[in-house]
């Protein structure tokens, strides 16, 4: 098919890559090229020097080992079918065989017209074919409020999951509650202590190991009008288990909000007393050793220990050295208890049950581990389905507080930690969720309460808002001064004419058809922050467009005498704004209308 089409939705990244499938068709029915090649690697994709052209592909490269070809003999005859298409002024090769595209000048007020008729969906893509994807994230033990400690993960998963599903895939978003375990024992003698607290007792200092934070109070106070004196003197055992179930149950609750105030919000929460009161550990163990990936062994003895203090133990192995691991993994402690790795592979065999692929987004302090769960998500999920299901872990490192360059005080809500609350009631939910994607997740970052909140260039939050903004008032300011529909009348009088787009402004209609592609090769990454660079980017562009105007009038987007030039100018702002809003609510964050 060409890709000069009146179907004013299809856009520019998709046409071309459709040109290149239908050249490539073109060659293996010539018998130029033998048929059923993968193509699953030929990308199209801006050069990185612009000069080179708009668009290349790499088609040509990819297939011409397959193909028992050369490179630059395939990439002719590849150029030869790519001249035919409308939309295509120039196919040139270059190197060894890749495939230099000059897109022509019309394609580019087409691809104007797909965004304006796609809207909201410009972007989107069918890539995720509907698959399923399980994305656990944020998975704080539930023993106090959500700090900055977890709102980078709980941002990166979020966002993640937006920029799935705007792909194509089904997301399943899980929050795992670490219910089980000597913390959450430590979180009910804690609340038993705040009970007592409640009931007049003096308790003085909070003692060395319990929770210290004020949250706790609320808990305790209810716990003393709803059970009145009755646990006040009782033996632990009477209580402890009670206090433990409600005090979870409340932090689960103030959890909730806590991420609801970022926007946050997950489709499922697994609770580990639950999988191990249903016996989840103890059937994957089963069915591992049925398959002879558990066996009983002897632990090697940890790295700087000797043989005299070191006495070996038979436990329950899982052989991960057959997965990659270093060394097999005991599933089971001496005293017969589950270790972390035990509950944490049972869990991931049930998350596995109802999903295609796995995402895990962990603290950069867990990187020891990963190994070893990628090891036993092969094995169970490899032995179950026949091959194992894709399994990725992200891992997110820390971020440094600072205020002014100076690291910020401690809450007196939390006891010893910035709380999620604290960061979004003062800066705003978007700006803590844009800020987060700025810099990779797996490098450090600074997050100083002024500078993100700083009216300047150097802040990419602004930057960007800024740009939205700025179109959002010009597009008000024609409205105001009654130019708009007469400037549209106009654009769509001379729309198609040669030349319509500036020079200037085709840099920034082809900084924005790359939405699509940075949507598709984001999700394919599972790097949301790419969409947060894009966007920078996309603004920078926007901005260096728009200061044409203040040295020459003529370059303004409302020129009162000029009504073509004005309505191409608005249809352009008004397209790059809804790019941008496009950009933003995949990272969970508004658009501003005004700054």
Known sequence: MSTQTTDKTLTIHAAISAAVDKALDALEAAGSLPAGLDRGNVTVEPPRDPAHGDLATNAAMVLAKPARTNPRGLAEGLAAELSKEANIAAAEIAGPGFINLRIAPSAWEAELDAIAALG???GRSAMGAGQTVNVEYVSANPTGPMHMGHCRGAVVGDSLSDLLEFAGFAVIREYYVNDAGSQVQTLGRSAHLRYREALGE???EI???????DYLKPIGAKLAEEFGAQYKDAPESEWLDLFRTRAVDAMMDMIRADLAMLGIHHDLFSSEAKLQAEGKPEAA????????LVYDGLLEAPKGKTPEDWEPVELPLFRSTQFGDDQDRPIKKSDGTWTYFGADMAYHFQKAQGADALIDIWGADHAGTVKRIKAAVAALTGAEYGEPKPFDVKLVQMVQLLRDGEPVKMSKRSGNFITIADMVEEVGKGVVRFTMLTRKPEAQMDFD???????SKDNPVFYVQYAHARIASVLRKAAEAGLADKAEAARIQSWGNEGILHTD?????KQAAQFPRVVEQAARAREPHRIAFFLMDLAAAFHALWNQGNDDPARR?????DMVNTGVRLYLAAQIGQVIRNGLSILGVEAAERL
């Not at 003692?207 to 934070?213: K, L, R, S, T």
């Not at 987007?557 to 005498?561: A, L, M, N």
């Open 207 to 213: 003692p060395e190991g319990f929770y210290p934070g």
């Open 285 to 292: 163990e089963a069915f591992l050793r049925e398959k002879g």
């Open 505 to 509: 402004e085709q840099v920034l209609m």
């Open 202 to 204: 003096d308790i003085g």
């Open 120 to 122: 909201d969906a410009y």
């Open 557 to 561: 987007f409302i020129v009162e005498d």
């Open 449 to 455: 309460f002024a500078k993100v909140v700083e009216a």
